[in-house]
């Protein structure tokens, strides 16, 4: 049943915002929508077509009038992203995604920007430990991050705790040239990249000599307790079930931890099983702790980067049972 609905822009709302510029916004709605025709005549929108498609897409542009009254920008791929959520998800509305600002920092504002991103650091508010597992380019260990400057910036914690574990060097590092922090910087810079996205670079030597921002391998967080910090375990899924119970026994009073990581990229070896897999049949169910699958939805890299993953998911899932059970404990084929 063919169907027509017109929305007319509001007085205080800038066409442009939502247009965009040159009418890409309004190219992704086309785009998105192949089965409409789009008219657009002064501020007036309408949208002809298939019922459901007509509800959809008025629904939709009700939610970026919504995004655009609070002046976050909009783009073409604000807009991609708000046509998953509203064509898969019935019960969200994009606007609540889309304005969630996390911190500002160094002139741009972090943000969610998938439902599943949304619910990320929806947990990190309310749990004292949360597991962020899922494929890179999800967002895990970023908006970790952006929420631990957060609490650092607001008080509510002392200190930012990062880690990893330094798996390829067999967390021995003793054998390595250089000082300490030549030996573990390989290993720990995809964290101090996203640092030095949110942080002035000038300002984290002195916060890390201070002690106020910490950066170390898995291996040095054994005997301490840690309390009234934001803690970051990035790379989990290279822990084994040991190292994860020591780690997540450092907890101390007033402190939140975020544990990261893939459980199909295990560099583990061989026979070794991984901490982050086996974490999830220990701990799941307990108050306090949440686990958020993330998935090749919430990529927010190139758009090539979630097929890619897609793919290999659909490869892994296509091979026998063994030799999925031996790639997740870390063996070669």
Not at 239 to 256: A, E, V
């Amino acid at each position: 049943m063919m169907e027509t609905e017109t929305l007319h822009i509001p007085p205080d709302i800038d066409p442009l915002v939502i247009f965009g510029t040159r009418d890409e916004v309004l190219r992704s709605f086309e785009q998105g929508f192949p089965n409409l025709t789009v008219g657009v005549r002064d501020r007036d929108v309408t949208f002809q077509g298939p019922k459901a498609d007509v509800v959809t897409a008025t629904h939709l542009l009700e939610e970026l009038i919504a995004v655009a009254r609070t002046a976050t920008p909009l783009s073409a791929d604000a807009v991609d992203r708000a046509i998953t959520m509203v064509t898969t998800h019935q019960q969200v509305a994009p606007h609540e995604v889309l304005t969630t600002d996390i911190v500002s920092a160094r002139g741009r504002t972090i943000r969610p920007k998938t439902v599943g991103q949304k619910a990320y650091v929806d947990a990190i508010d309310n749990n004292t430990i949360v597991f962020g597992i899922g494929p890179a380019g999800t967002g895990k260990t970023y908006l970790a991050m952006a929420k631990a400057v957060v609490a650092l910036q607001q008080r509510e914690v002392n200190r930012i705790v990062l880690t990893r574990p330094a798996v390829e060097a067999g967390e021995s590092l003793g054998f390595l040239p250089g000082s300490l922090t030549d030996k573990i910087d390989p290993y720990l810079r995809p964290l101090y990249d996203a640092l030095h996205d949110m942080v002035d670079p000038e300002s984290i030597p002195t916060l890390m000599a201070a002690g106020t921002i910490e950066v170390a391998p898995l291996a040095y967080m054994r005997g301490r307790t840690l309390n009234d910090a934001f803690i970051i375990l990035d790379e989990a899924q290279n822990t084994t079930p040991q190292q994860m119970k020591m780690f997540l026994t450092r907890l101390g009073f007033n402190s939140t931890v975020v544990v990261t990581g893939d459980i199909s990229q295990v560099d583990l070896p061989a026979g070794t099983q991984s901490g982050l897999r086996i974490v999830q049949e220990i701990l799941t169910g307990i108050d306090d702790v949440a686990f958020c699958h993330l998935t090749s939805a919430d990529v927010v890299r190139h758009e090539l980067v979630s097929h890619i993953i897609d793919a290999y998911e659909r490869w892994d899932a296509s091979r026998p049972a063994a030799s999925r059970a031996s790639r997740r404990t870390g063996k070669r084929g």
